[in-house]
C-alpha cells in the first residue's frame, strides 16, 4: 500500500509539474478593454482556446493605451492587446499572432481595422465571413499588409 502511494504521490507531482510547464510556456497577453465590451471578451476567449495565457484590464479610456502603444488612428478599434513586445489591435486572429511571434518582424504591431463579422470575436450565427487584412504597423506609420482573410 505504501509503495503504491509513493508511485500515485509521484504521478500526481510529474503531472503537476507538466501543467506548471505548459502554463509557463505560454505566451502571455495583456489586454487592454472597456468593462462593456462583449466582443473583447470573445475575442480573449478565442486567445485562451489557441494557448494564450490572456490578462484582461478593464480601462475607462481606451484612447489611452492606443497612443501609448503606437496604434494608427485607422486601426484604433474596440481592444488593444501586448504580446511577445508586440501591439494587437483589434480582432487579429490567433493564428496571426503566433505567425507575429514565430516571425519576429520588425515592427511595432498588427491590427484589424474595423470590426469585421466573421473575425475571432465577430462570430455571426449566419457564419457570414466579411473579407479582411490584418495590417503590420511601424512606429513611423508605414503600414504593409501581414494576411489577408476570405
Same mark, same amino acid.
Given at each position: 500500500?505504501?509503495?503504491?502511494?509513493?508511485?500515485? %504521490?509521484?504521478?500526481?507531482?510529474?503531472?503537476?509539474?507538466?501543467?506548471?510547464?505548459?502554463?509557463?510556456? !505560454?505566451?502571455?497577453? +495583456?489586454?487592454? !478593454?472597456?468593462? /462593456?465590451?462583449?466582443?473583447? /471578451? =470573445?475575442?480573449?476567449?478565442?486567445?485562451?482556446?489557441? *494557448? $494564450?495565457?490572456? !490578462? +484582461?484590464?478593464?480601462?475607462?479610456?481606451? %484612447? +489611452?493605451?492606443?497612443?501609448?502603444?503606437?496604434?494608427?488612428?485607422? =486601426?484604433?478599434?474596440?481592444?488593444?492587446? =501586448?504580446?511577445?513586445?508586440?501591439?494587437?489591435?483589434? &480582432?487579429?486572429?490567433?493564428?496571426?499572432? !503566433?505567425?507575429?511571434?514565430?516571425?519576429?518582424?520588425?515592427?511595432?504591431?498588427?491590427?484589424?481595422?474595423?470590426?469585421?463579422? *466573421? /473575425? #475571432? *470575436?465577430?462570430?455571426?450565427? /449566419? %457564419? &457570414?465571413?466579411?473579407?479582411?487584412?490584418?495590417?503590420? $504597423?511601424?512606429?513611423? %506609420?508605414?503600414?504593409?499588409? $501581414?494576411?489577408?482573410? #476570405?
Amino acid at each position: 500500500m505504501r509503495a503504491a502511494f509513493a508511485v500515485g %504521490g509521484l504521478m500526481l507531482a510529474g503531472a503537476v509539474a507538466a501543467v506548471a510547464a505548459q502554463q509557463a510556456s !505560454k505566451p502571455a497577453v +495583456t489586454l487592454y !478593454k472597456s468593462a /462593456s465590451c462583449g466582443c473583447c /471578451s =470573445l475575442w480573449a476567449d478565442h486567445m485562451t482556446a489557441a *494557448g $494564450f495565457d490572456v !490578462k +484582461t484590464i478593464v480601462v475607462e479610456d481606451l %484612447g +489611452t493605451p492606443k497612443v501609448a502603444y503606437g496604434v494608427p488612428e485607422a =486601426l484604433m478599434t474596440c481592444h488593444t492587446a =501586448l504580446v511577445g513586445g508586440y501591439v494587437v489591435e483589434g &480582432h487579429v486572429p490567433a493564428d496571426d499572432v !503566433k505567425r507575429l511571434l514565430r516571425e519576429k518582424p520588425q515592427v511595432a504591431g498588427i491590427g484589424v481595422a474595423g470590426m469585421p463579422a *466573421g /473575425s #475571432p *470575436g465577430m462570430e455571426v450565427p /449566419s %457564419g &457570414h465571413l466579411e473579407p479582411y487584412t490584418v495590417v503590420a $504597423f511601424e512606429r513611423s %506609420g508605414r503600414q504593409t499588409p $501581414f494576411a489577408r482573410h #476570405p
